[in-house]
């Protein structure tokens, strides 16, 4: 979401470069109580979301995930297992750590599954995802490939007709590369907006849209807070939003062995934030048997979307930012930047 | 959808078994040009629609298959090649026959590859689907696997801003068994509307809610008939709806090797109804790997969501008219019935 006028953003912002980011939240990570090596990757996909403009998943979180480690509710120095359960399907215990490290540590093996097999399967369970979902699946398309993910989160959003939150914000995301330009990617939550999102707007004193939730009696409401307070969201589209929001449910919790949504319990653990459940990505290679011309067929099919009236396709809008945080810098609220480099050489030391 | 008063609908019904319907439709089917294995896949599939009350993909369907074939746009008597590309990966081309039968050749293979590997993907090309999805993913949920279907069909739906229709209805099916009752079985367009929907309106004269469609000005418009004379569905749910869309089209025809929906170009057959593009089906073994006790799973989930105060599942209205239909008959209009009678005992010779 691009909440925020980018002009007067960019007044009280300064700019900094994709890596020295990177490195001051590694730093900070690091301290906070993570090992070097998860450190690392949560580093480069907090600072790419911030770079691409998901700003709901980038630096917001920062104190999220120094708070969630304070708590002990997440393990930072988890070492994920990774299990060869069958042919095309790869199993991974996070170990009560955050999921970008244990899929980076699955990933090689669901590789050579895929190249082999035509289409692969990987299965995370006891797994914190924080961040955005589409940096887990477009470097697949990068690599010409096709890419589908799931995860779960904590009760947040109620079924249809229900009054209590059931489903997380549950999002799903998808990847596939094309011949004429960056990969076709899309991360969207199956409820009517995503929790980072109502904090924002909750943060800012905005409103939500209609159809965004309900309050702590299940009555319809357009008040962030009151859908923070007790409250709920809804699914997106009505019944069918609500059907994928199942799905979702289904395929990341109960087919890894991770939690449901509504199973998630942090009571014991003030100032966590990061909901332990589980992940599916599915992974196709769209040419096994050869002769298909996929890339080359989705370009086709973007031209005929572009020549029908849509401007803006998916994805389209985080590679121009990209594009602009590789020539100018990613610009950053100076006071944010402030905070970033206080908690980077003070706080907890690393262990 | 269900349309019509249920009590009217019965008054001037006739109550007719299953398999005294599978009879008939395969009659039809067999006169109309199908060979004998192909018209008892369809004939099987059309009756169960019309039985679990699917009633846009039961027996309203039947005119235009019997239009389809006559045109000479889809081969009834087609051969489908099953290739095996991949450790869990198939290939179907379907030969310009229809879907099911082709879908049938190729399962036996696909579920070789899913004991083995876990999950497994059968891609079909140059095939017509014309039923209900739910069919497709049900049979796997049945021996415990999870299923995901995607089918693109014709050109009917606008992109995001679009003033030209690109995608098909494109609809998802997914299925999963559980421990205490019938399988979750979800089938949604991912349009506002299914096509069959608005073409009953139509007959019937009814207008759609808002958000349904487009006119052939690109205008909104509530009037199906409008939708169906130059203008076009819109996706459901706004942008996510229409993420979805487009991810069909990818994994149905791209991927596959089948047709874009806007590329299905039947004007050189009038009455031709059927689109010949692709379909992607996705099998996963949840036990792989053992001990995740998936069904018990799935049904703690149900569990949950009734709590929260959902009545009715995905399935669950399906499930209900086909338990009626065993023990009274399906009830079938009798001006439909005496129509299929005729179709039945008169037109095309078997060739």
Chains 1, 2 share one sequence.
Not at 9 to 33: P, Y
Not at 99 to 105: D, E, G, H
Not at 165 to 189: E, K, L
Request: include cysteine.
């Amino acid at each position: 979401m691009n909440e925020a006028d980018p002009a007067r953003q960019k007044a009280d912002a300064e700019f900094i470069s994709h890596d020295d980011l990177v490195a001051l939240l590694e730093t900070i990570f690091r301290r906070a109580g993570m090992a070097d090596w998860v450190a690392a990757v949560q580093a480069r996909n907090c600072a790419g979301a911030e770079r691409d403009g998901s700003k709901s998943h980038g630096l917001f979180r920062v104190p999220g995930y120094v708070s969630t480690l304070a708590s002990g509710w997440v393990d930072g120095r988890a070492e994920p297992v990774v299990e060869d359960v069958a042919d095309a399907f790869v199993r991974v215990d996070a170990m009560n750590g955050f999921a970008q490290p244990a899929l980076a540590r699955g990933t090689p093996l669901l590789l050579e599954k895929v190249k082999r097999s035509g289409i692969a399967l990987l299965a995370m369970r006891n797994s914190h995802h924080f961040g955005a979902l589409w940096p887990d699946v477009e470097p697949f398309a990068e690599r010409g490939l096709v890419a589908l993910s799931f995860v779960n989160s904590f009760a947040c959003v109620v079924p249809v007709g229900g009054r209590k939150p059931v489903y997380g914000t549950n999002p799903i995301a998808f990847a596939a590369p094309r011949a004429g330009g960056d990969p076709i990617v899309f991360d969207q939550s199956s409820s009517a907006l995503a929790n980072g999102d109502v904090r924002i707007a909750a943060r800012e004193g905005r409103m939500l849209p209609e159809g965004s939730g309900v309050d702590r009696t299940g009555a319809p409401t357009t008040d962030p807070k009151a859908i923070l307070d007790g409250g709920a969201l809804l699914p997106f589209g009505g019944y069918k939003g609500a059907s994928l929001a199942m799905m979702v449910e289904i395929l990341a919790a109960a087919l890894t062995g991770g939690q449901f949504s509504f199973e998630v319990d942090w009571s014991g653990h003030p100032g966590a934030e990061t909901p332990r459940t589980g992940q599916l990505l599915v992974v196709i290679d769209p040419e096994a048997g050869g002769g298909r011309r996929f890339a080359e067929r989705v370009e086709q099919l973007i031209g005929r979307i572009r020549d029908a009236g849509q401007e803006r396709l998916p994805g389209d809008r985080r590679h121009d930012n990209r594009r602009a945080a590789a020539r100018d810098g990613i610009p950053i609220q100076r006071s944010v930047l402030a905070d970033l480099r206080a908690r980077a050489s003070s706080g907890a030391q690393p262990n």
